[in-house]
């Protein structure tokens, strides 16, 4: 099969698609012939064009930008739009995420990724920086140490992958990989000043995670999801838990019970 | 017999569209007092404006100390050939800033100067160093802040994946939208007191664009159905640098971020061309004059390979290119194998944005239409003849709060929504619904494709009478065509793309024609509107827009005068440029 990515090209494509909803469903196999260049999301597309109008299937930007077209090609969660054919040979095969109730064909329902979202106490600066008549000044590194996080696409490919959502369905237990590093990017912004860490432990359920890095390996955007967020947001868990010395200084400082969710650091 | 909708929504103001200026309306609107519905055809956060990538415009004076709204309102009215709305160009020049700090307020992160500030780089056609940006991907950053707010703003409800079929009025005044759920087909009613439209452009009726799917013009058609003004709707820009190889990725952008970052462009001679058309900027030089020189260089037989110009950056270091333009730098690599640390890329001129739109008034983006509101790039006046980069995500923020606290105005001072025309309504029901009984119509895919090939022959980047005469008979009989269209197969209504395309035709047909009925129409060539039978500006021409409008005789394009610039505003542009060159005067 494989005549993988040597520069050679294959005429045509063998595609099969999974058809369907969330009730029933099953493979078709397509003919596309393949031009150069040509990438998952653009073989669907002819399909859709010329075999299959009402193929659905979700994308925007065509350009890894937006997120949208994510699928499992080969069984590996992927954008269509950032998957050459060239890298897969003369066979393949398109299937809807797996983790999220299908809608039709290869569109999934990922609302209850928006609504993980809703509940993540928004960005919220001090009282002193948000009145602060003088425009902020940040040093580049503190910018950088959160660039990483924010350029989340929100493709959810790592959410499809996570074995905790995807194996054991425990949405109501973990808000899964993407979330870990939207609040990632909120506690560690300079300038935002709510404690987060409280969520992190119950709702969001970071202990859940067991790092095992898929998420990480199939990020579009190269973030490192679990060496530079979970991680850390563990560790700052556990401190704020179970460092008995943080402890003893909190209780020192006479606060000494649990910061309620989204108070002042 | 129509089927009579399923559902109904009571609103005070409905934003459709949640791109930059639609979530920063909503916003706004929420501020002001009135319960908000957001409806976006994608979901959340995948609008168009996610791929903007170079910066925000705004005279902060960050990098630049004497960089001030006077030079950064002389830039827009010069790049758009004095043909902006002026008052819009002097409002975005002086807000910009306070809008740009206010987004970092809610969370958007840019990169520093030195000493803390928000950095700024050089784009096309600023005088100054004047771009907040956030490495390439500044769309995607002030979309997520925005969404960071939206949904933490408890007024304002989204519905995602919904797409308005018709705007409804009674008596002039907006009363409602028919839409449809993406997901089921089911129709939903919208009852709003007012309606902001922040629904972008219409750059998919070209085959090369760098623009999403989503832009198929639906708000100017929406806007033109329901009786508003479209203006200037002559004026598409070609971003001079889209991908060109492999055909797969033709038309996606390459930013120009890379010329702000120093890339070179030059012909398979070697040479740096643009010393030719633009010596003093050069490649930093306006989109519509860069574009024209990449054109000009390839008919000349001097183009790259695949038909277009190099850009090379490899003169700088691999680790400034890699976190200056990253997703530049992994779009090449990944896309079309091109290392651009070690080689130069292949660009030529894609369709990217559209100055023409919905006409509106400076100060609240209303439009002629009681109750309806535009802001965006679906509206028209800002830009003028040609936008400069960076005005695009600034104008969304400045003009998003503006049109967005209008709108919640307006229905504070209303007390209900209009009521409903049953005949509209029931007329927009039968239309939505027609397709869908048509097994045997016309595959709405090919109808797009072949609008797309008659825009992109007969209205490229030089234009001439006869060739947009014939574009504009062609579209015509697409549109024909169209009203008998089908699905192109299967009559389901969930999630039935052939269906949805059938919808997307409607706007774009209406788009079409307005480029090619003003196209005829502007005989002189100005900014983004180049003709071969009219090669100069005529200073006639400088006083007129074209404004496009549906009358019981079809579609009426007339020209009507602008209003002049004040004094004190010539001053600043004259005192602002004493490098103007008569051509740019005229
Ligand atoms: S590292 Fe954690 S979050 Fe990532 S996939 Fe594994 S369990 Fe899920
Ligand atoms: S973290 Fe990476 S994989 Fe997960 S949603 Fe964001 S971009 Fe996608
Ligand atoms: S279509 Fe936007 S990421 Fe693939």
Redesign the pocket.
């Known amino acids: 099969m494989a005549r993988a990515s040597t520069g050679d090209h294959v005429q045509q494509l063998r595609m099969s698609v999974f058809r369907g909803d969330a009730s029933e469903g099953e493979m078709i196999t397509y003919d596309v012939p393949v031009r150069e260049g040509m990438v998952v999301?653009d073989a669907v597309l002819w399909v859709q064009a010329n075999l299959a109008p009402d193929l659905a299937v979700r994308?925007?930007?065509?350009?890894?930008?937006?997120?949208?077209?994510s699928a499992e090609i080969n069984g590996f969660p992927r954008?269509?739009?950032?998957s050459p054919v060239s890298d897969y040979g003369a066979e393949l095969s398109v299937r809807p995420m797996r983790t999220f109730p299908i809608i039709r064909d290869l569109v999934t329902d990922v609302s209850w990724n928006y609504e993980v979202n809703k509940r993540i106490p928004k960005f919220t600066p001090s009282e002193k920086d948000a009145f602060d008549p003088q425009p902020w000044r940040m040093q580049q590194e503190d910018v950088d140490r959160i660039t990483e996080f924010r350029k989340c696409?929100e493709?959810f490919l790592c959410q499809d992958v996570c074995h905790v959502l995807r194996d054991h369905d425990r949405k109501d237990a973990f808000f899964g990989p993407r979330f870990m590093i939207r609040i990632a990017g909120l506690e560690m912004h300079p300038k935002d000043s709510l404690d987060r860490r409280p969520l992190l432990k119950n709702e969001a359920g970071v202990g859940m995670c067991n790092i095992t890095k898929c998420c990480t390996e199939v990020c579009p955007e190269h973030i490192h999801i679990t060496d530079n967020g979970i991680i850390p947001l563990k560790e700052r868990v556990a401190d704020l838990y179970f460092d008995p010395v943080r402890a003893l200084g909190r209780r020192l400082r006479g606060g000494g019970r649990e910061p309620d969710r989204g108070r002042s650091r | 017999m129509a089927e009579a909708p399923r559902e109904t929504v009571e609103t005070d103001v409905l934003v459709i569209g949640a791109g930059g200026a639609g979530m920063r309306g909503a916003v706004a609107a929420a501020l002001s007092g009135a319960r908000v519905t957001v409806i976006c055809k994608s979901l959340l956060g995948k609008a168009h404006t996610v791929m903007a990538e170079g910066g925000m415009a705004a005279a902060l004076g960050n990098v630049a100390h004497l960089d001030s709204w006077e030079a950064h309102f002389a830039d827009t009215m010069k790049g758009g050939k004095l043909i902006n709305n002026w008052r819009m160009a002097e409002i975005h020049a002086k807000e910009a800033p306070e809008r740009v700090l206010e987004l970092e307020r809610w969370g958007a992160v840019f990169d520093r100067t030195r000493d803390g500030l928000i950095h700024q780089r050089p784009f096309g056609a600023h005088t100054y160093p004047r771009l907040a940006h956030i490495g390439d991907r500044t769309g995607l950053e002030l979309i997520r802040s925005l969404q960071d707010v939206l949904v933490h703003t408890p007024a304002v409800d989204v519905h995602m994946e919904v797409t308005v079929a018709s705007l409804l009025t009674s008596d002039g005044r907006v009363a409602g939208a028919l839409a449809y759920a993406r997901a089921d087909g089911r129709l939903i009613l919208y009852r709003a007191r007012a309606i902001l439209l922040a629904t972008g452009g219409a750059g998919k009726i070209y085959r090369i664009t760098s623009n999403s799917w989503e832009s198929t013009g639906d708000g100017t058609g929406l806007a033109y159905e329901a009786g508003a003004q479209l203006q200037d709707m002559e004026f598409v820009q070609f971003h001079p640098t889209g991908m060109v190889w492999p055909p797969g990725v033709r038309g996606i952008l390459v930013t120009e971020g890379v010329r702000g970052e120093g890339g070179l462009l030059r012909n398979k001679e070697g040479d740096r061309f643009m010393e030719k058309y633009d010596p003093e900027r050069m490649e930093l030089s306006a989109r519509d004059v860069v574009a024209r020189a990449i054109n000009s260089e390839v008919l000349a037989g001097r183009g790259s390979p695949h038909g277009g110009a190099f850009l090379d950056i490899t003169h700088r270091s691999p680790d400034f290119i890699k976190s200056k333009l990253p997703s530049m730098y992994e779009q090449f690599l990944k896309l079309a194998k091109v290392d651009i640390t070690k080689e130069p890329m292949e660009v030529a001129p894609t369709i990217h944005y559209y100055m023409g739109g919905v006409r509106v008034d400076a100060e609240t983006g209303a439009t002629n239409v009681s109750g309806l509101f535009a802001a965006g790039e679906v509206a028209s006046g800002l830009h003028g003849a040609n936008r400069l980069g960076g005005n695009s995500l600034s104008d969304l923020l400045v003009f998003g709060k503006r049109a967005g606290e209008a709108a919640g105005a307006f229905a504070g001072a209303h007390g209900g929504s209009a009521p409903i025309d049953s005949r509209q309504l029931e007329q927009a029901t039968e239309r939505l619904l027609a397709p869908l009984r048509r097994p045997h119509g016309d595959s709405p895919y090919r109808l797009m494709s072949e609008l797309q090939e008659v825009c992109t022959k007969y209205a490229p980047i030089i234009r001439e009478e006869k060739g947009l005469r014939e574009g504009l008979e062609k579209v015509l009989e697409l549109g024909g065509r169209a009203q008998l269209c089908g699905t192109g197969g299967p009559n389901g209504r969930a999630f039935n793309p052939g269906w949805h395309t059938a919808q997307d035709l409607h706007g774009m047909l209406i788009n079409a024609e307005a480029l090619f009925r003003s196209a005829i129409e502007r005989k002189e060539s100005r900014g983004a509107h180049a003709r071969s039978d009219y090669p100069r500006l005529d200073a006639r021409w400088a006083e007129l827009n074209l404004i496009t409008e549906k009358t019981p005789d079809g579609m009426a394009v007339r020209a009507v005068e602008n209003k002049p610039l004040p004094y004190e505003l010539t001053e600043v542009i004259s005192q602002s440029f004493k490098r103007y060159t008569p051509e740019e005067i005229s």
């Open positions: 999301l994308w925007n930007c065509k350009a890894a930008k937006c997120g949208s077209c954008l269509m739009c950032k696409i493709c």
